[in-house]
């Protein structure tokens, strides 16, 4: 157990419908991390947070956006979805802003099915 | 743009056995750092492996250990004495330094054979 919890496991919805993914990151962590795991593009970085502030920005969709709370806790809202936004959407957090550790945690990932 | 290439889609190996799985990357960086990561079934990333750039030698992890050629921007990894639990996709990952952005292989997925 990494220690990051996401909520729900799996969500299945329609296109066009909007989604908000959850994330508790590991206690003590300030960084939070969103990825995208598809089958076309493999895993892809979306988003992080340090401390309640964006703190780096990637493959990110306008239709998608984050934040992160001050209780650590950070949200993905995913709105107009579309079939190819299918994908598994993993969280991870660190306790530094900068990765060059490594020491990067994941959750068990969010699995969403748009139909 | 960096890019990180795993050529082996998927790779079986006899339990017990050894098995090397291959990554190469790109970039024209100096300072950076390379991982291997694990993701079973359960589909949770593991951190298997890190190794800093600066450093010449090859980092080890129990049976897990790392082959880095920087000149040939090659990064594989030997897995030893190959476990039934060691079944899952390996992903290659790689990171400049002062960023936030892991990027990451395609993976390869290893079977392990009883």
């Known amino acids: 157990d990494s220690g990051v919890t996401q909520t729900p496991k799996h969500l299945i919805t329609a296109t066009g419908q909007r989604v908000t993914l959850r994330c508790s990151p590991r206690?003590?962590?300030?960084?939070v991390y969103w990825y995208q795991q598809s089958l076309d593009q493999g895993l892809q970085f979306l988003i992080q947070?340090?401390?309640?502030?964006?703190?780096a920005k990637g493959n990110i969709l306008e239709r998608f956006s984050a934040q992160q709370f001050p209780d650590l806790h950070s949200e993905l809202n995913l709105s107009s979805l579309e079939l190819g936004d299918s994908a598994l959407y993993f969280c991870?957090?660190?306790?530094?802003?900068?990765?060059?550790?490594?020491?990067?945690?994941f959750g068990e990932g969010s699995r969403l099915t748009v139909l | 743009a960096q890019t990180v290439t795993q050529s082996q889609p998927e790779m079986s190996v006899q339990e017990a056995e050894t098995v090397t799985l291959s990554c190469t990357y790109d970039?024209?960086?100096?300072?950076?750092?390379l991982f291997w990561y694990k993701q079973p079934p359960s589909r949770q990333m593991i951190l298997v492996i890190r190794?800093?750039?600066?450093?010449?030698q090859n980092a080890t992890e129990n049976r897990f250990s790392v082959n880095f050629q920087k000149a040939a921007k090659s990064f594989s990894l030997k897995i030893s004495d190959s476990q039934l639990g060691d079944a899952a996709m390996y992903f290659c990952?790689?990171?400049?330094?002062?960023?936030?952005?892991?990027?990451f292989g395609t993976g390869t997925l290893l079977a392990v054979q009883p």
């Open positions: 190794q800093e750039a600066y450093k010449q």
């Open positions: 990952a790689y990171i400049r330094g002062a960023t936030n952005k892991l990027i």
């Open positions: 970039t024209s960086e100096s300072d950076y750092y």
């Open positions: 947070y340090y401390n309640g502030e964006e703190r």
């Open positions: 206690s003590g962590d300030l960084s």
């Open positions: 991870a957090s660190s306790v530094r802003a900068g990765l060059d550790t490594g020491e990067l945690f």
